[in-house]
């Protein structure tokens, strides 16, 4: 079983001077690595965690059945209706970049835990890929060549083109600003880099913003002298309500920029609120759900519901099986076990937006000898476009959540497909 490989494999690692070579060489010039040594130095995790194709092909298939319910009318009308307005406007077009799909594997369980519209990491998991060390040939087979990871940036490049197009423009895209709140501040900011360094490789201006540096004026988005055609979304404030968003605001409203993802992608995937919709048999039926993606959804998406005062009571006796989110949530931030709640974090629950989710156990990456260090949980963050996988990568931690802090920890590639006969067969002396 590859689950086996997660406890005793220690082979295949980071080779780290090669991490270092490859930051470098995408922005062309030195200090990548070292800004990621300084910024995030718990960003990459040591060791690959591995995967059996089958999960592969049904983290595959939810993705599909989400992205299938999310485009019936039904369904549309009944999410935006609770929408703010901004999330309603604009009813077809850009579907949105970089969706993360979230999901916990364990012991063969598969559960989507979350779903985001502004997934980071893609671009730190494509030179995390071209940084892989392996010891023999049957783990040479599982990881990705430089020619398989040139492919993925190139579909990322395209995936910005088509929401260009799918937003009705016949004129070649040309501009593209990298948007979120003090950016130089952010935790991922090297990422920011890369994304700027892929752009301009392609032949597109590309900048990195802040909201408030942003103008509206002549019908265009502007950063100083430069217009700009498509915004890269990063922020986390998804209906732009914040002071500093208004211009950008505008510019999405008088469909002067094209926005991606957009607030009404969020408000269709990444409302948790949606994930007790996802997960009620009766809701899907209702809204005229096929029955083989009712199965698959119910299968995969552990039973959450809004939490209500009235069910105060009940709610509190479960919460030992239970994981508490708030609605507007990101980051994990405010998000609690419900084994280790308090009676005050309790009371402050009921007082917010929150969902109680059904626990499913993340998987477990055991990362050298079990007797002197614990295991590592891992979460596995599927890149999604338009209802296709792009990308699958894990992320190890230790704790309650994902933090990007635990020493050893961090985005892992995800392998699968090891000929684990190959790795345990004796090798035999030549003749």
């Not at 089958?54 to 993705?63: D, E, K, N, S, T």
């Not at 590309?206 to 950063?223: E, F, K, N, Y």
């Not at 920029?257 to 408000?267: D, G």
């Not at 994990?332 to 499913?360: E, F, H, P």
Request: charged share 20%; aromatic share 8%; net charge neutral.
């Amino acid at each position: 079983m590859l689950n086996d490989l997660n406890h005793a494999c220690f082979c295949l690692s980071l080779d780290r001077d090669a991490l270092a070579q490859a930051l470098d060489a995408q922005l062309e010039q030195p200090g990548l690595s070292a800004l990621m040594r300084e910024r995030c130095p718990s960003v990459f995790a040591a060791q690959p965690v591995f995967v059996a194709a089958p999960q592969l092909q049904r983290i595959a298939q939810v993705v599909r059945a989400v992205d299938s319910v999310v485009a019936l009318p039904a369904y549309r009308e009944q999410v935006l209706a609770a929408a703010p307005a901004i999330a309603r406007a604009g009813l077809a077009g850009p579907q949105g970049v970089f969706f993360g799909y979230d999901f916990h594997l364990d012991e063969g369980r598969l559960g989507l835990i979350e779903i985001n519209t502004n997934a980071g990491g893609a671009m730190l998991n494509a030179v995390l890929a071209r940084a892989q060390r392996s010891c023999c040939p049957a783990m040479d087979m599982v990881v990705p060549t430089p020619a398989s990871v040139t492919a993925f940036e190139q579909r990322l490049v395209d995936m910005f083109r088509q929401e260009w197009r799918l937003a009705g423009h016949t004129r070649p895209l040309a501009s593209i600003a990298i948007v979120d709140a003090a950016p130089e501040q952010q935790y991922l900011y090297p990422e920011f880099l890369l994304f700027q360094r892929l752009f301009q490789r392609h032949g597109l201006q590309a900048v990195i913003a802040d909201p408030a540096a942003l103008q509206w004026r002549d019908g265009r988005l502007w950063l100083g002298d430069q217009a700009i055609d498509l915004v890269y979304n990063r922020l986390t404030d998804f209906y732009l309500q914040d002071a500093s968003s208004a211009a950008l605001r505008q510019a999405h409203a008088q469909q002067g920029v094209v926005l991606t993802p957009h607030p009404q992608a969020h408000a269709l995937y990444a409302d948790k609120r949606l994930l007790a919709l996802f997960s009620d048999a009766q809701q899907l039926q209702a809204l005229g759900v096929p029955e083989a993606t009712r199965q698959t959804l119910l299968a995969h998406i552990p039973h959450t519901e809004v939490v209500q005062p009235r069910h105060a009571d009940r709610l509190w006796a479960q919460r030992r099986s239970l994981f508490f989110k708030p609605v507007a949530g990101y980051g994990s931030r405010a998000a609690y076990r419900g084994d280790k709640l308090t009676r005050r974090v309790w009371q402050d629950i009921l007082a917010g937006d929150y969902v109680a989710q059904a626990i499913v156990p993340p998987g477990e990456r055991q990362m050298q000898d079990e007797a002197t260090a614990p295991a590592m949980k891992f979460d596995l963050r599927a890149y999604a476009y338009g209802g296709e996988v792009q990308w699958v990568a894990a992320r190890l931690y230790q704790g309650q959540t994902t933090n990007f802090r635990t020493p050893g920890g961090g985005f892992a590639p995800v392998y699968s497909g090891v000929d684990i006969a190959a790795l345990t067969k004796p090798t035999l002396p030549s003749p």
